[in-house]
């Protein structure tokens, strides 16, 4: 080979080494300045992963955690769902202003039963406007007017069980809740004279919030129809105790009255079709959640002893430092039985998901390689027991991993406004049956019913009962 074909030879290793390196550099730029997805769920072409997430939620929750870490996304139809599991990942979710993340789109089929005009049906600074007259509506000062009115609504209530007996709980529980928020929220016009024809309404109304309609809310179903004549005749109803009431210059203490009173920062006031609306969205965040929360209560309560005797004692200490009334300010200091509420919530959520719609790309950081082999519920200690004492001072498990560890009642700028008025309603209904009754569980302890819109207490939850008054000195 002679010298012409070796530098020949040699210029072209030189140029192929270049193309080489060149191409190296560009995948490892390419590389750096890839955005890092979250990975995927394995699922099934075109209904992605519908059919499983249907079936358990939690169950492919857990498996996919367990498997891919605190971040990952989920095809379900033409949806990409990505699930932030732990407060190491969640800050953003419940900081991130309503440009970047929002709740209008994501339950835009809550419109329907709701109705136009109300909540999210409305741009976010209208919704933040009414979203006020829930604060206001929820107020110290009001709060302590709508305990005396649960205290009474509980009071009577169990004044009609007989001296021993065998009842379901959850049926009971959810009898009582509707009739405290009817006297509470929708007014005295409904809890006297018309609550079997508006509690029939509001029936049609929640059958009418299907899963399927979470997809499509206006699909021409018989559950929907119910759902929108429902929705019809209950605004007529309530136009004319509005109208009655202004009429006759008459003021009652409830979140109706709350309603008609308020005003947007223009000076306009509510329409009764507005008035209407956040009424039906406010029994809606309450009715169920607190129900299902009142029989879980319960269910550990009867299921562990030595729980229902501390609230026993917690009552007795109470009693004879206040008295036998119950009112706002005793029932504050019943901490013992809101630890029992609260553990009872963090194992059962009502509403197991929270959801927004991302409009713009965000980075979360997680605990790479600790995450895949360490579930969520680690952050609290030996998670699927029942143990109140763990929020007790001292240990406050709920705050061990910064401001959302705990999210029963989601956090942030969409925190759940109605939290003080779910305490005292619970703490109503069960320091009344502490102290009026002695109780056992006489079913298993009831299953999860994971088929509801709002995940609850699946069949009958038996209890025996048996009537005494609770003595201080007993």
């Given at each position: 080979?002679?010298?012409?074909?070796?530098?020949?030879?040699?210029?072209?290793?030189?140029?192929?080494?270049?193309?080489?390196?060149?191409?190296?550099?560009?995948?490892?730029?390419?590389?750096?300045?890839?955005?890092?997805?979250?990975?995927?769920?394995?699922?099934?072409?075109?209904?992605?992963?519908?059919?499983?997430?249907?079936?358990?939620?939690?169950?492919?929750?857990?498996?996919?955690?367990?498997?891919?870490?605190?971040?990952?996304?989920?095809?379900?139809?033409?949806?990409?769902?990505?699930?932030?599991?732990?407060?190491?990942?969640?800050?953003?979710?419940?900081?991130?202003?309503?440009?970047?993340?929002?709740?209008?789109?994501?339950?835009?089929?809550?419109?329907?039963?709701?109705?136009?005009?109300?909540?999210?049906?409305?741009?976010?600074?209208?919704?933040?406007?009414?979203?006020?007259?829930?604060?206001?509506?929820?107020?110290?000062?009001?709060?302590?007017?709508?305990?005396?009115?649960?205290?009474?609504?509980?009071?009577?209530?169990?004044?009609?069980?007989?001296?021993?007996?065998?009842?379901?709980?959850?049926?009971?529980?959810?009898?009582?809740?509707?009739?405290?928020?009817?006297?509470?929220?929708?007014?005295?016009?409904?809890?006297?004279?018309?609550?079997?024809?508006?509690?029939?309404?509001?029936?049609?109304?929640?059958?009418?919030?299907?899963?399927?309609?979470?997809?499509?809310?206006?699909?021409?179903?018989?559950?929907?129809?119910?759902?929108?004549?429902?929705?019809?005749?209950?605004?007529?109803?309530?136009?004319?105790?509005?109208n009655s009431r202004k009429s006759e210059g008459r003021y009652e203490d409830d979140m109706l009255q709350c309603f008609i009173d308020s005003k947007y920062k223009d000076g306009r006031g509510t329409t009764d079709d507005e008035i209407t609306g956040l009424l039906i969205a406010a029994l809606f965040a309450?009715?169920?959640?607190?129900?299902?929360?009142?029989?879980?209560?319960?269910?550990?309560?009867?299921?562990?002893?030595?729980?229902?005797?501390?609230?026993?004692?917690?009552?007795?200490?109470?009693?004879?430092?206040?008295?036998?009334?119950?009112?706002?300010?005793?029932?504050?200091?019943?901490?013992?039985?809101?630890?029992?509420i609260k553990e009872a919530l963090r194992l059962h959520p009502p509403l197991i998901m929270l959801l927004r719609h991302s409009h713009r790309e965000f980075t979360v950081k997680n605990r790479e390689g600790v995450d895949i082999c360490q579930p969520a519920a680690a952050y609290f200690q030996d998670p699927d027991s029942y143990d109140p004492s763990r929020f007790a001072t001292g240990r406050e498990e709920d705050k061990a991993a910064g401001a959302?560890?705990?999210?029963?009642?989601?956090?942030?700028?969409?925190?759940?406004?109605?939290?003080?008025?779910?305490?005292?309603?619970?703490?109503?209904?069960?320091?009344?049956?502490?102290?009026?009754?002695?109780?056992?569980?006489?079913?298993?302890?009831?299953?999860?019913?994971?088929?509801?819109?709002?995940?609850?207490?699946?069949?009958?939850?038996?209890?025996?009962?048996?009537?005494?008054?609770?003595?201080?000195?007993?």
């Amino acid at each position: 080979m002679d010298l012409k074909e070796i530098k020949f030879m040699n210029a072209g290793l030189l140029f192929v080494a270049t193309l080489l390196f060149v191409k190296i550099l560009s995948v490892v730029l390419a590389s750096k300045g890839r955005k890092r997805l979250p990975p995927t769920v394995k699922a099934l072409p075109l209904i992605g992963g519908l059919l499983r997430f249907l079936k358990g939620p939690i169950i492919m929750i857990g498996e996919e955690y367990r498997k891919l870490g605190s971040v990952f996304t989920l095809k379900v139809v033409n949806k990409r769902i990505t699930f932030l599991i732990g407060p190491e990942v969640s800050a953003h979710f419940f900081k991130a202003p309503e440009a970047e993340l929002s709740q209008q789109e994501v339950y835009q089929f809550n419109v329907p039963t709701f109705g136009p005009g109300v909540v999210f049906d409305v741009d976010y600074s209208v919704r933040q406007e009414q979203f006020r007259f829930f604060t206001e509506a929820l107020r110290v000062s009001k709060l302590k007017s709508y305990v005396d009115q649960m205290i009474v609504e509980a009071q009577d209530y169990f004044s009609k069980w007989g001296e021993s007996g065998l009842v379901d709980l959850k049926y009971e529980l959810e009898q009582l809740i509707i009739l405290t928020a009817s006297r509470c929220l929708l007014g005295m016009e409904v809890r006297d004279k018309l609550f079997a024809d508006v509690s029939a309404l509001f029936h049609d109304l929640d059958n009418g919030m299907q899963p399927i309609s979470v997809l499509f809310p206006y699909l021409p179903i018989p559950a929907h129809r119910r759902r929108d004549q429902a929705r019809k005749k209950i605004a007529e109803i309530f136009r004319t105790i509005i109208n009655s009431r202004k009429s006759e210059g008459r003021y009652e203490d409830d979140m109706l009255q709350c309603f008609i009173d308020s005003k947007y920062k223009d000076g306009r006031g509510t329409t009764d079709d507005e008035i209407t609306g956040l009424l039906i969205a406010a029994l809606f965040a309450g009715q169920h959640t607190s129900s299902i929360t009142s029989v879980w209560t319960g269910a550990y309560l009867l299921r562990h002893r030595e729980h229902f005797s501390a609230c026993i004692e917690e009552q007795k200490g109470i009693m004879q430092k206040c008295g036998n009334g119950v009112n706002h300010d005793v029932l504050s200091e019943m901490d013992t039985l809101h630890r029992c509420i609260k553990e009872a919530l963090r194992l059962h959520p009502p509403l197991i998901m929270l959801l927004r719609h991302s409009h713009r790309e965000f980075t979360v950081k997680n605990r790479e390689g600790v995450d895949i082999c360490q579930p969520a519920a680690a952050y609290f200690q030996d998670p699927d027991s029942y143990d109140p004492s763990r929020f007790a001072t001292g240990r406050e498990e709920d705050k061990a991993a910064g401001a959302f560890s705990y999210i029963s009642f989601g956090g942030g700028r969409h925190g759940c406004l109605g939290e003080p008025f779910a305490y005292l309603q619970i703490k109503a209904i069960w320091s009344h049956l502490l102290r009026e009754f002695d109780l056992e569980l006489v079913s298993p302890f009831p299953e999860i019913d994971w088929n509801a819109m709002v995940v609850g207490v699946k069949g009958k939850v038996m209890v025996r009962y048996t009537r005494r008054r609770l003595a201080v000195d007993s």
